[in-house]
């Protein structure tokens, strides 16, 4: 089972491919001989949990025994825990002298029996995070206040402040499936401004409050006031209808107008409460009428991952609009979900819930950038291709020549002195703040925030941290050429990061041109057209992607070399995990690595759904030289010791067509 942000291992192993052939022949045949005795470089490793602190010298040497005895490489080995029991006596927590103590004997011994030894790139198994991080190097996100002033007179006031709490996007909370464990100090704050712009206003584009819109609904009252506050954590409910009916919340104007976008912010049922509780998150639809009774469907209000959610269409004119929620049957249960117990991984499962709970549903008279939240990278959407912005007229977008620079005309407590020109003006403040993202699974003690992973700087200090304190656990002997040799980088799972401190330095860099002028875009605005807008944020996406590659991955391996070290490195395994580009994150490895999970328990028909990581892992080692391609293999969650040769036979025979060797 992989879900959001969480792994549940039962078996996870490196494997090789070995043909053994029993020719007729007297004299002793070196292909049979060599998968008899392979050499080391063709011996599987395997990954070495050491959970929760469960561990003890005798339980160390009887495993690495073991590795060597059955003719293992070696291991790799992550400090982790996913609500794992206690069953030692006394734990071994993380760095603490008994574990350096326990580490180091380890090692020791490791490297007597030959075996080749790898650390994680962090405590827990994603990505490179821990206590040693400082708030302002976290992993960050941009944010944005909206001041709308008039044209022709002068402005002196403050400018609104742009959210600073930690959480996925604008005032929205932190958006983890595991969190940090129990124990964990609470998420720190951090924000800092990045740039002040206005823009000139389409005519077209009015706040939906002047046309003053008649709100109703299907059942209960929903908070009108708050479906527009812009406040996206405080919610007002819809009552839940019947199996297979839809609630609606309906807008009836005095005249007919034309709408051209909806932004909405839903806190949908999540995947656990539609299993256990039988309420999955409903279908929803914008509609449109012309007599309030017969409906017709203008867009449906589906799709993407980000946190808040615009929709852009063709312009419908209309009197009566409305957003439907269709209730939906809960999925299928399946066969590894069986008697599952959420409580086992720490997720609390209320009562069926009566309304469906909405935070934001604005309908736009003017032209809003389709889907700018995935475009601007706040989540990784696996394809953005579908989700072309329509076609506004020219008067319908916001001129480039009518952005303005304001960035040094704001002082320090967000005050601003400015008269605009004639016309209704917006002021957009851009500031950053923390994701709050923490490594994990980890314990309490080893639980911090993901360093920045695009600011070089912040990585270096980050891994230099991390490597000397191994290297004061083992010795300088003990890390490069014998004792640890290698970091992992598991798959991705640390999020979407889209700001750092240097952000619009970096972008002017690598994509020739300042954005100052398109950040409006970054709040959803159509600047010029559509297709420049939409080609704006494109390059906005290469640019963090080149930063995860070159800032992060690069400085890693830089990191690495300077210690006599190599990596491994996965990063995307069944999805998209972030908006970089896989094959130049993975050429910054010695030996680039993919994950290949078990088949579905239950099902006999082999579903192979990580064929691509593992073929482009194969494609960076043709393209860039490496030998080795590796991949965790084998990876199963639900009836753990239900596996058998046989029945792993079929996916690592998959490996091996797609092009692994270890």
Sequence with gaps: MKLPAMKLIAASCMLVIGLGVNWAQSSPDPLKNGFDNPPESARPRVWWHWMNGNISKEGIKLDLEWMHRVGLGGFQNFDAALQTPQVVDKRLAYMTSEWKDAFKYATTLADQLGLEEAIAGSPGWSESGGPWVPPSEGMKKYVWSTTFVEGGKPFIGTLAAPPSSTGAFQ??????????????????????????????????DVPLESLHPKMTASGGTPNEAMLSDGDLEKATGLAIPAAGESAWIQYEFAEPQTIRSITFVTKD???????????????????????????????????????????????????????????????????????????????????????????????????????????????????????????VAPSDAVAKSDVIDLTSKMHPDGTLDWTPPPGNWVVLRFGYSLLGITNHPATAEATGLEVDKLDRRFVKKYFDTYLDSYKETVGADFMGKRGIRYVINDSWEAGSQNWTDNMIAQFTKRRGYDPVPWMPVLAGQVVESSEASDKFLWDFRKTIGDLIADEHYGQLEETLHERGMAHYGESHESGRAFVADGMEVKKLNEVPMSAMWTQVPGVNNEQFGYNADDRESASVAHIYGQNLVAAESMTAAAAPWAWSPSTLKPTADQEFLNGINR
């Design 269 to 391: 049922p999540d995947f656990i409460t539609a299993m256990v509780a039988g309420i999955s998150a409903p279908d929803k639809a914008l509609e449109s009428s012309d007599d309030g009774q017969n409906f017709r469907e203008v867009a449906k209000l589906s799709g993407g991952s980000a946190p808040e959610h615009t929709i852009s269409f063709p312009a419908v004119t209309a009197k009566y609009f409305r957003v439907t929620f269709k209730r939906t049957p809960p999925p299928p249960l399946p066969p590894w979900a069986s008697g599952l117990d959420p409580a086992s991984f720490g997720i609390k499962v209320g009562p069926p819930p009566t309304e469906y709970q909405i935070a934001e549903l604005a309908l736009h008279p003017g032209a809003r950038v389709n889907r700018f939240e995935e475009k601007a990278a706040f989540t990784p959407e696996p394809d953005l291709y579908g989700y072309a912005t329509p076609s």
């Design 171 to 204: 005032n929205i909370g932190i958006r983890d499936m595991i969190g940090a464990p129990e124990g964990s100090k609470a998420p720190p704050q951090f924000y800092a401004e990045a740039a002040v712009v206005a823009y000139k206003a389409a005519a077209s």
